[in-house]
């Protein structure tokens, strides 16, 4: 085994032959050159670790040229030396700082755990959380190099009256550290003991039965697909995501019933909701006529997508109802939701059938109960519903300042 001192010269003055030839520097050990039967000239450092019993192993510093150079190549052995005698193998110091630069690179990470998400509320939460809030501060930093202070810096950028915001964002958060945990890519979360962002005080703003009426009548001036779906909402008190994503195969006309499956629901469950008279009418006027397609989307736009601007139609139903009268207090589309329960409860319809109609699995339906109690509701829910519809129906009649006919209001 030849023998020398690994310079410029010696390097430049190493013949390629049948096979792998090496020149051993003598004066740093382990330190060499090493050239290949097609001439191709590196630089190498051997040791071994845990005694003479241990196998030799070999690492490729890189190969001549810049940046390694017989000087730039002897300081880097130097520091491998350095690792070795505290221990620590420079190959698997190495594989695990090229798969935390590639594999465990925060957005590299995120991506994979985004495609890891089920349900597409989740995975749409997930996705937005880390495009617009974690990336721009993470960016590649590698998750085990990720702190509490890199997560607060995340955090510290949100809207401190946004508090929602900043419990969702700490959730996926939380469930991808979690996640890495889990996978043995992380040691511990950085979010371990952290404390959880205050919650968010729940709403409970009800309509009353004239911002009912009115909310109704100025639907139909906001867009075609929106103005549908926000009396649809009004009608059957389901999730707005639910509504938007109606398939027409979903529905059945003559039993007058929307079947929506549990891939489609909040809580992954199946769910039946008998149509009122309200709701028939107004897919009877989606479709210009009482034959229902059979399938494809139901609130669709003009160019076959699915709706996803219910943020700028309800802004034309709000201007839309300021312009005609007094503004409507801040509200939501899930208002609607609790307008529908809460009007329920009024007309007396007992609670564990309204937990039914809206597809709660909580209360009535939770634990012991909801294990062994499998009835459906159906002819409660019909019921619960066509009472709701009759009433919605009361507050359309025409009045002084509503003499619009109810037909062609819902038209």
């Known amino acids: 085994m030849p023998t020398g001192k690994v310079n410029k010269r010696t390097v430049d003055a190493l013949a390629k032959g049948p096979a792998v030839a090496f020149l051993w ?8 050159a090493k050239i290949t039967p097609a001439g191709a000239r ?17 690492y490729t ?3 001549h040229g810049s ?72 960016g590649r930093k590698a998750l085990p190099t990720i702190t509490r202070a890199d997560v607060s810096a995340v955090l510290d950028r949100l809207p401190l009256e946004q508090q929602a915001l900043r419990r969702n964002v700490f959730a996926v958060l939380r469930r991808l550290f979690r996640w890495a945990v889990t996978r043995g890519d992380l040691e511990r979360s950085p979010l371990d003991g952290v404390e959880t962002p205050e919650p968010v005080q ?12 009115r909310v109704w009548i100025a639907a139909s001036t906001g867009h075609r697909v929106f103005g549908h779906i926000v009396r649809l909402l009004i009608a059957t008190g389901q999730r707005r995501e639910e509504v938007t994503g109606l398939d027409w195969s979903e529905l059945n006309r003559a039993a007058a019933l929307w079947s929506l499956p549990g891939a489609r629901s909040k809580n992954k469950e199946g769910h039946t909701v008998p149509l009122n008279a309200l709701a028939v009418e107004v897919l009877d006027g989606i479709s210009c006529g009482d034959k229902w397609p059979k399938s494809g989307r139901v609130f669709a736009t003009s160019s076959g ?17 300021a312009k005609d009268g007094d503004p409507l207090p801040a509200w939501r589309l899930h208002d609607l939701r609790r307008t529908l329960a809460t009007g329920l409860q009024r ?29 459906h509701w159906t002819d409660e829910k019909r019921a619960a519903l066509d009472a709701w519809g009759r009433h919605v ?19």
């Open 305 to 321: 997508a699915a709706y996803v601007a219910h943020a700028a139609g309800k802004r034309q139903i709000d201007a839309k109802l």
């Open 25 to 32: 520097d003598d004066e740093l050990r382990g330190f060499g």
């Open 202 to 213: 729940a709403r409970d703003r009800v309509l009353s039965d004239d911002e009912l009426r």
């Open 67 to 138: 940046p390694w150079t017989p000087t730039t190549a002897r300081t880097e052995a130097e520091r491998l030396a350095v690792l070795v005698a505290q221990g620590i193998d420079p190959a698997a110091a190495e594989e695990k700082r090229r798969r935390e630069a590639v594999d465990l690179n925060f957005t590299s990470y995120a991506a994979r755990f985004h495609a890891s998400c089920k349900g597409v509320g989740w995975g749409k939460l997930v996705e937005r959380t880390f495009r617009l809030h974690a990336e721009p501060v993470l």
């Open 347 to 375: 007309l007396g319809v007992r609670f564990e059938v309204t937990e039914a109609v809206l597809n709660h699995l909580a209360g009535s339906r939770s634990g012991v109960a909801g294990v062994y109690q499998r009835h």
């Open 42 to 58: 590196s630089y190498v450092y051997q040791y071994r670790l845990g005694g003479r019993e241990a196998p030799t192993r070999r």
């Open 61 to 63: 510093i890189g190969a």
């Open 393 to 411: 129906a009361g507050l359309l009649e025409p009045t002084e300042n509503n003499v619009i006919p109810l037909a062609a209001r819902r038209a």
